[in-house]
Every structure is written in C-alpha cells, then in structure tokens.
C-alpha cells in the first residue's frame, strides 16, 4: 500500500514526515461512582470523533485508573498537553496535577481548568432547560425565580472566584440571580443559598449541578431542590468543544484564538 495514502496526516506536500501533534491527556479527578468513569469515556470518544489527527489519553488523579504518572510513563519522551477535566483552579490544578507532570519523562504543558467559560454555560442552561426551565420568562416570573448554582466546594479562594464568575455569566443569560453553593469545602450550604433567596422573594428556585458527572454530591445536591433540578454536565456537546478549546489554547494558541467563538471572554480564558 502506498506509505502516502495510508498515512497522509504524517506526510507533508514534499515528502518529509510531519511530527505527531501533542497528545492531548485528559486528566479526570476519579470517583468510585461507575458512571463518573462511563461518563468520562465518553467524552474522549466524543474528542476522538471531533480529532482523529489527535492522539488522545486519560489519566486520573486517584481512584481509578489509569493514574496520570502511568499514563505519562507510557508517553516517554512525547509531547503532551494535559487537560484538566475540572471545574475551576485549586489544588489539584495548581499542585497535583503539575507535580505529577514534572515528574514524569513526557514533555508536558497543563491547560487551564474548564471554568469559567460560556461554553459551560451553554451546557448549565440546557441542562436546566431539560429539567423544566422555561425557555421564555416574563417580568413576573424573573422576579419570583432564582438558580442555586451547585459546586464541590473548595478551601481555594481562585476557585470560589471561578465559580463566581460562572454564577454571573448564567445570570446574565438566564435574567435572574444565580448563587454559588457547595457541597463542602466552602461555603454557602445550598441549603443556605436556599433559604437566603427565599427570603428575598424568590419562590421558584432552581439548582444547577456543577458537576462534570453524576456522583454523591450532585445527587445531595439536587435533592435539595425546592423546583427544578438540572442533571449534571455531563457529555453535552459543548463539553467536547472546550476541552478541544482547553487543548488548542496550549498547543496551537493562535488557531484557538482565531477559532474562538463570537462569545468568547478573553478575561475568563484562563
């Protein structure tokens, strides 16, 4: 078989082999709920769908496997840019995960968290559309309603500081106030976040689930809900697209920018 046709992405137009792009390593925190692994899986299959030219990978920061030093030992020397499948900054993204880096033979760049970005809120408000969110609300019902804006919970400040600026862009697309709440780590409470909204006049409240997955805290979470309880965030498309976004951003910056979409916010890039 022809050495061009079989592999064309690894030839140039004169002849000369072309380098492998970086790999692209997912790096999921790891849970012991089966479906936080199914759901994980299927996001890389939705990365390879959208990327065959990418060699793409996994690795978790504990619990399940494969580990990330393991994944990064079986890369040896290669290149590779490391995706946090997180939600925010904290200690994982600014400890764990770059340690774990450094020690290994790869030669390896990390990419900021997820958050914040308008894609996960493309994701968070189709996620509330499906539980029962309208999509068109008048005068009376923004006054009456609210979003309880779910998340983990951490003692960093960078990652509530994150997590409030998700809170306000799903505000600004939603029309009515949106309020962070953790599951642990920090605080509000959601049952906190409730009752305060509650007091102020606010009688339909729904929770969001920042949550990549379904999982213990999600579901808590969700049962607290006084209205409408979205599902966490799963493998919605948009979450594909920005770990795809998340990986360029390192590995080809220029493209990314080039190919930001029109409601991109450089200030919460990083």
Not at 89 to 97: L, S, T
Request: proline residues 9%; aromatic residues 4%; positive net charge.
């Amino acid at each position: 078989m022809n050495r061009i046709s079989s592999q064309p992405r690894l030839v140039s137009l004169d002849d000369r082999r072309r380098a492998e792009p970086p790999a692209l390593v997912l790096v999921a925190h790891g849970s012991r709920d089966p479906r936080t692994l199914k759901t994980v899986h299927e996001l890389l299959d939705q990365v390879r769908a959208q990327r065959p030219d990418l060699p793409v990978r996994l690795g978790h920061i504990e619990l399940n496997e494969p580990l990330l030093p393991d994944t990064l030992a079986k890369l040896g020397d290669a290149e590779a840019v490391l995706v946090p499948l997180l939600l925010s900054r904290g200690y994982h993204v600014k400890r764990d995960i770059p340690e774990m880096a450094a020690a290994s033979p790869a030669r390896t760049r990390v990419a900021a968290p997820l958050g914040p970005h308008p894609f996960l809120v493309d994701t968070l408000h189709a996620r509330l559309v499906e539980a029962g969110w309208p999509t068109r609300t008048d005068e009376e019902m923004r006054r009456e309603s609210a979003v309880v804006l779910a998340a983990a919970g951490s003692r960093d400040p960078e990652s509530a500081l994150d997590i409030r600026r998700t809170a306000k862009l799903l505000a600004d697309r939603l029309g009515v106030p949106v309020v962070p709440a953790y599951a642990s780590a920090a605080t509000p409470t959601v049952d906190t976040a409730i009752r305060a909204l509650t007091a102020r006049g606010r009688h339909r409240i729904a929770v969001a689930s920042y949550f990549t997955a379904p999982g213990l805290f999600a579901r808590q979470c969700a049962q607290k809900a006084p209205w409408v309880a979205a599902a966490p965030l799963g493998t919605h498309p948009a979450m594909a697209d920005l770990i795809i976004h998340r990986y360029d951003q390192v590995a080809h910056p220029r493209g990314a920018e080039t190919c930001a979409t029109s409601h991109e916010l450089p200030a919460l890039a990083g």
